[in-house]
């Protein structure tokens, strides 16, 4: 049987060396490397490309959020599941963004951590059914919130004054050339103000953006 390899990061050596002792009697498991700080972790895990990264959240000189988003970074196969004794919901949601599998409290039994790290290893979310009540509510919550966000959106969408001058001539449906003379600018300075408009208003012709900037009151 292969065994997966795991590497342990966690700034108290005493809960590095149970968490050893614990995945060692494991027959599918081997620890083949133990960090202290998150540094040491990003070095590491390049170095011995684990399988598994179990990482402690708080950390001195790189917290395990920031060890885990560079590890992702270099290494995207690596699964990685964060332990951490707060029961914070802003650090969970920090941990799953940067790439954490999973997220447990360090007051989990030995036998449903072990079961929650061949889960995550199998690609599931390791994380207990009260974590995972709150990353659905905040999925909820934000999805609740989308039109809002989706309005304010809306709403951001300025032109700059040549801009506006540009698309109300090009809206007439006239040259590059045309619009230059116009407006007393070069045709560079045309293909560029139309480039930023399509870009700012996501459409891909200036006939559509003529549209939507009339519909948005900009013309």
Request: proline share 3%; no cysteine; hydrophobic share 45%.
């Amino acid at each position: 049987m292969t065994r997966a390899r795991v590497l342990l990061v966690d700034d108290h050596a005493l809960l590095r060396e149970g968490l050893a002792g614990i995945i060692a009697a494991q027959p599918d498991l081997e620890v083949v490397g133990q960090a202290g700080d998150g540094l040491e972790a990003v070095v590491m895990a390049q170095a011995l490309q684990p399988d598994l990264v179990l990482m402690d959240v708080q950390m001195p000189a790189l917290d395990g959020i920031e060890a885990a988003r560079q590890i992702r970074e270099k290494l995207p196969e690596t699964t990685i599941v964060m332990l951490t004794v707060r029961d914070d919901d802003e650090k969970l949601l920090e941990a799953l963004k940067a790439g954490a599998q999973g997220y447990l409290l360090k007051d989990i039994h030995s036998r449903e951590m072990l079961a929650m790290l061949r889960g995550a290893l199998r690609g599931e979310a390791a994380l207990s059914p009260r974590m995972a009540g709150r990353v659905l509510a905040e999925f909820q919550r934000m999805n609740a919130r989308a039109p809002a966000y989706f309005a304010a959106e809306e709403e951001l969408v300025e032109l700059t004054r040549r801009e506006l001058e540009t698309l109300s001539v090009a809206a007439r449906g006239v040259s590059d050339k045309e619009i230059a003379e116009e407006l007393s600018i070069s045709v560079h300075t045309v293909k560029s103000h139309m480039r930023s408009i399509l870009a700012k208003l996501h459409v891909n012709t200036r006939r559509e953006a003529a549209r939507v900037a009339r519909s948005k009151g900009l013309l």
